[in-house]
């Protein structure tokens, strides 16, 4: 007797079967988050349209934690017109969306270890002594008036971690130092020229809108967006958000688009990290 012929399937067909079970049996919103990539990987138009009514459904439902990544995806899909007609200020308010589910679902319904950590840290820091007095060692050591002057001398010299170190110290203020918001946006060009993020972004920020935390200091625009884009193009998480309401103010929506999404994608990477979650996953462009 010859034995049965079993029936086999091709694994991406056994995977597509697999997501379709979970996604409509089980209302998995995981799965369907993954069967709308699948589609969208198909490439074929009548797919990607799956993929869109896949995402929009995750994206509007009650919370989900792929809630965000939905959002994310369909600003992709409308920028790059996946499935639907392109429009970037669609694709604008979709990754807005995104960025702010982070803040206001992600990290306030799921475990954040880094963020309880870092509580849990500055409590022990700060227990039984005065709070500003404390938390002025963690950032800046047992300050002095010679220890101060040496970090100065460091940093004119050329020591980008001490023009740092100053530029805070004088925007913030601590003990032996008071708040000195000219010292601050000195010491922040000297790093920015020297290549530190931060300095960029808090110089570009200072003079893009003429304030440095209350105060009012002259407004430099153009400056404002030099200093925010070298700090986009070095990593910065939140300059492109400034630099995508730059260019939607302008009626730039194609530019503002591709900031927006810059600002989503590192801010989703930025919560894979806080929550422990898949902190090398990249969500990219589509070819």
Not at 128 to 148: C, H, M, N, Q
Request: proline share 2%; glycine share 6%.
């Amino acid at each position: 007797m010859k034995e049965p012929i079993l029936i086999t399937y091709a694994p991406e067909l056994q995977q597509l079967s697999d997501l379709l079970h979970r996604a409509n049996d089980l209302n998995d919103s995981c799965a369907q988050f993954e069967l709308a990539m699948f589609y969208l990987k198909s490439k074929q138009n009548a797919d990607m349209q799956k993929a869109v009514a896949l995402l929009r459904n995750l994206a509007y439902k009650k919370y989900t934690t792929r809630q965000t990544d939905a959002q994310y995806m369909l600003g992709i899909c409308y920028e790059n017109g996946f499935g639907t007609p392109k429009s970037n200020q669609r694709a604008i308010r979709r990754y807005s969306a995104a960025a702010d589910n982070v803040f206001s679902n992600d990290l306030t319904r799921n475990p954040d270890p880094v963020g309880e950590r870092a509580a849990k840290a500055l409590t022990e820091i700060t227990e039984g002594r005065d709070f500003d007095e404390a938390l002025d060692e963690v950032l800046y050591g047992k300050t002095s008036p010679e220890s101060i002057d040496c970090i100065t001398d460091a940093a004119e010299a050329g020591d980008v971690d001490a023009q740092v170190y100053l530029m805070d110290l004088y925007n913030l203020g601590a003990k032996h130092v008071h708040v000195d918001k000219e010292e601050a946006l000195y010491w922040a060009q000297k790093a920015a020229e020297n290549g530190n993020v931060k300095a960029m972004e808090l110089l570009g920020n200072a003079c893009y809108t003429g304030r440095i935390d209350c105060l009012d200091i002259e407004k430099d625009v153009q400056r404002g967006l030099y200093w925010l884009e070298k700090a986009a193009q070095q990593g910065s998480q939140t300059a492109p958000h400034t630099l995508g309401e730059y260019c939607q103010s302008q009626k730039r929506y194609k530019e503002a688009a591709a900031w927006y999404r810059i600002y989503a994608e590192r801010t989703i990477e930025w919560r894979n990290w806080r929550l422990g979650w898949e902190s090398a996953k990249k969500y990219k462009e589509m070819d």
